[in-house]
């Protein structure tokens, strides 16, 4: 949209209507921030702290930028009033020429500060708005320790603070009407609505779609290693369940053998001591 919008072919009716949908898909984007989860602890929010610090650097550049688009304009106003005294005076096809310039360029400077004056007073108002909400950081706004053996040592820490700051930073630059604060951001949005803005947010949103790429890189590798220690976990209880039924199971194979060899062994000693009887018989048989 961003691209289109920054076409010279696209209408200012078009760029109005872009920028509608820009601004709804923007509110969808800080609803999942907001709202992705796990047991109750928010996973994509990052340091409150600084991101309320980067809510208020980032009014007070909106408001320097507003202050520098109205000087902007008043100096092109000052350059057509000079342009128009010069064609008052002598009127040729060199100071027509000039004359036609400044009024274009009292145009451009006219939505010029237009636009940064209403997204200064935007970024004003969502600065007051956030500074007065009690915000909870993020499960990963610090870093996080996975237990991951039997030891105090076996710990797997994941820091994804610097990489979420990262992206929600870009993701306020790239989208005026993003939020993470679950504020509604006043204001249609002003990203789209004039062409040199378009222009602007394709790199901006090129720099948010790779600080989004990042946290999930680093979200997919430390869940990759999680997956590997409990793989190695699984194995080691196995091989230990393996282990205790060697030490306590009975080898039922070894103890039929020794039953069995302990059988003979009674069978063969009964029937050497009926020989021994039968044999003393005999020679009291013969002593009497």
């Known amino acids: 949209m961003a691209i289109q919008a920054a076409d010279g072919s696209t209408t200012n009716a078009d760029r109005t209507a872009l920028q509608a949908e820009f601004t709804a898909l923007s509110h ?3 609803r999942i921030s907001s709202n992705t989860s796990f047991g109750g602890a928010g996973l994509l929010l990052g340091d409150t702290t600084v991101e ?63 636009v940064a004056s209403a997204a200064a007073l935007d970024a004003q108002q969502y600065a007051t708005a956030v500074a007065a909400v009690t915000a909870v950081d993020g499960v990963f706004s610090k870093a996080v320790d996975f237990q991951i053996g039997a030891s105090g040592q076996e710990v797997m820490t994941v820091r994804l603070t610097a990489q979420l700051d990262a992206m929600h930073l870009a993701l306020h630059g790239a989208a005026s009407t993003y939020d993470t604060f679950g504020v509604d951001r006043p204001g249609a949005g002003t990203d789209l609505v004039i062409a040199s803005a378009a222009s602007a947010s394709i790199n901006k949103l090129q720099g948010a779609i790779d600080a989004v790429a990042g946290v999930r890189a680093s979200l997919g590798a430390s869940a990759n290693r999680l ?26 194979a070894q103890e039929s053998a020794n039953m069995l060899s302990h059988q003979m062994l009674l069978q063969a000693g009964g029937t050497v001591l009926r020989q021994a009887n039968s044999i003393s018989s005999m020679v009291m048989s013969l002593l009497a």
């Open 28 to 30: 969808e984007l800080s």
């Open 52 to 114: 309320k610090a980067n809510v208020v650097a980032a009014s007070t550049a909106a408001a320097a930028a507003s202050g520098a688009a109205a000087a902007a304009l008043a100096n092109a106003q000052n350059n057509h009033n000079a342009a128009l005294a010069a064609d008052q005076a002598g009127s040729t096809a060199a100071t027509r020429a000039a004359l036609a310039a400044a009024a274009g360029a009292i145009v451009g400077a006219s939505a010029n500060a237009a």
């Open 227 to 252: 997956g590997h220690a409990d793989n190695n976990l699984a194995n080691m209880r196995g091989n230990t369940r393996v282990a205790m039924g060697r030490v306590m199971d009975t080898d039922f």
